[in-house]
């Protein structure tokens, strides 16, 4: 689903895998991964081969397992396939590769992934789950998610640096899901009362992305003026000097 930053010259935000894994058990992992991220690229396996896999399985996991109501099963496939992230990150480094494509592949699919997922929970309420404000929410979160997304991509490409995080990021909507999801599934296994959790985690995300959105509109908006100001006062600042200099050019001739 994506490579580090280091490896693929990424600046999106995190990964799915690295939203999951703390940094100590993600260096355990990435001693696990590495002979098998060697063994790949021997056998001819691209990085962005494992990023397109990881994003099968996580597409797979949510939209085979969600609908269907079996969030337990459906969150396991899924954070298995979110050891791709180390994987793919592993083998760009170890062949020393930075990559401007393998970071536009990364956050595209992350994108994809995220819509998967919660489509996921969406198609589950519009359909067993039967309950047509939660399929609502679901489609909030799909959606917010997105936007969110490219608001810091939009504001980016202007120029401007949107110096903000925001309350609820990817990262945190994911684990926030997932976690739930999972905890949710223990349901069908006997637990009592703990289905609720899902519900009440998507509303969670629904009100931090409305909220994460509106940081940064705010900051883009913020920034966006100071940014024109400092343009208007640096085009008064060059004006003056030329107005100076063809003064002083008249002097001279005058002389």
């Known amino acids: 689903m994506g490579q580090s930053a280091a490896s693929r010259g990424r600046t999106a935000t995190p990964t799915l895998g690295k939203a999951m894994l703390n940094k100590y058990a993600r260096a355990f992992f990435t001693r696990v ?4 991220a060697a063994f ?21 996991g949510a939209l085979v397992f969600y609908p269907r109501g079996e969030f337990f099963w459906g969150t396991i496939v899924i954070t298995l396939f979110v050891f791709s992230d180390l994987v793919d990150g592993n083998m760009a480094r170890q062949l020393g590769r930075t990559s401007r494509w393998g970071a536009f592949l990364d956050s595209t699919l992350d994108r994809v992934a995220d819509g998967a997922i919660f489509g996921g929970f969406a198609l589950w309420y519009a359909g067993h789950g039967d309950d047509n404000a939660l399929c609502a929410v679901s489609i909030f979160c799909l959606a917010s998610g997105q936007v969110v997304s490219y608001t810091k991509a939009r504001g980016e490409s202007i120029g401007l640096p949107v110096a903000v995080n925001g309350l609820v990021e990817r990262a945190e909507r994911l684990v926030i899901s997932l976690v739930a999801a999972g905890l949710s599934g223990l349901h069908a296994f006997g637990v009592p009362g703990i289905q609720v959790l899902l519900p009440i985690a998507l509303w969670i995300v629904a009100v931090g992305s409305l909220v994460t959105l509106i940081q940064r509109v705010v900051t883009v908006r913020r920034e966006s003026a100071e940014a ?18 063809s003064g002083a050019r008249g002097s001279e001739a005058a002389k």
């Open 33 to 36: 991964l590495t002979p098998f």
């Open 40 to 60: 790949l690229i021997r056998r001819g396996v691209s990085p962005d081969t494992v990023t397109l896999l990881g994003t099968a399985g996580v597409i797979a």
């Open 228 to 245: 024109e100001q400092a343009a208007e006062v640096t085009d008064v600042a060059e004006r003056a000097d030329e107005t100076q200099g």
